[in-house]
């Protein structure tokens, strides 16, 4: 079963603009990640936030985390169209660190 | 260094077979995690292999079964293919203390 739930489930945006997605979970948690796939493809890690952070910045992206609300929500400032991907949160509970439950995604376009 | 490399890329089974994945870990990473991702869904964990043996599985039945090599190459296996096992498998391999993974392309499966 999927542990995260992403919001939106699809978004749709003009180029330039900026993207929010966001993940909720339902354990208690080691980190959190998030991914990017293109097209069916495999998947890309983007960044890594661990439980004692609120907040991680990586060139256009930010991430945040809310473990008392157990949530996350990754945001992509000035967004391209190279940017349009599914993009996905991806959880490690405290038990089972190594394996990563992954959320259904938000598929984004960014139209031109 | 090499990323992970899966084969076959795409494959057409029919129901009852059964379908041998290979994946090439990423150089240097030395546990193999394998998930299923249906159309339109976020990725599932199948199994994970680390030093030949398996080291954490999902909510997969017993015909889906795996292998690691010494050289921490590792192949899924499917007995009794149905229908509802088409989907992308994703190999990911990651070094030994970390949940970041490296995934492959993918291993498209379709079962008719």
């Known amino acids: 079963s999927q542990q995260g739930e992403e919001d939106p489930q699809a978004l749709s945006i003009q180029e330039g603009e900026n993207a929010t997605m966001n993940c909720s979970y339902k354990t208690s948690i080691n980190n959190l990640q998030w991914y990017r796939q293109n097209s069916g493809r495999g998947l890309v890690h983007l960044i890594l936030?661990?439980?004692?952070?609120r907040e991680k910045h990586s060139g256009r992206l930010r991430v945040t985390l809310d473990t008392s609300k157990k949530s996350s929500s990754l945001l992509i400032t000035a967004s391209r169209a190279a940017d349009t991907a599914s993009y996905f949160c991806a959880t490690a509970d405290i038990q089972g660190a190594q394996k990563l439950v992954f959320g259904q995604g938000t598929r984004l376009t960014i139209n031109p | 260094e090499t990323g992970v490399t899966q084969s076959p890329t795409h494959l057409i089974k029919t129901r009852g077979q059964q379908v041998t994945l290979r994946c090439s870990s990423q150089s240097g990473h030395n546990t193999v995690s394998w998930y299923q991702q249906a159309l339109g869904q976020g990725p599932q964990f199948i199994f994970q292999?680390?030093?030949?043996?398996?080291?954490g599985r999902g909510n997969f039945p017993p015909r889906f079964s795996g292998l690691q090599f010494p050289n921490y190459s590792s192949e899924l296996n499917v007995n009794a293919l149905e229908l509802d096992d088409s989907a992308l498998y994703l190999c990911?391999?990651?070094?030994?203390?970390?949940?970041?993974?490296?995934f492959g392309a993918g291993s498209r499966l379709t079962v008719l």
């Open positions: 936030i661990r439980s004692n952070e």
């Open positions: 292999y680390y030093r030949e043996e398996e080291n």
């Open positions: 990911a391999s990651s070094p030994r203390g970390t949940n970041v993974l490296t």
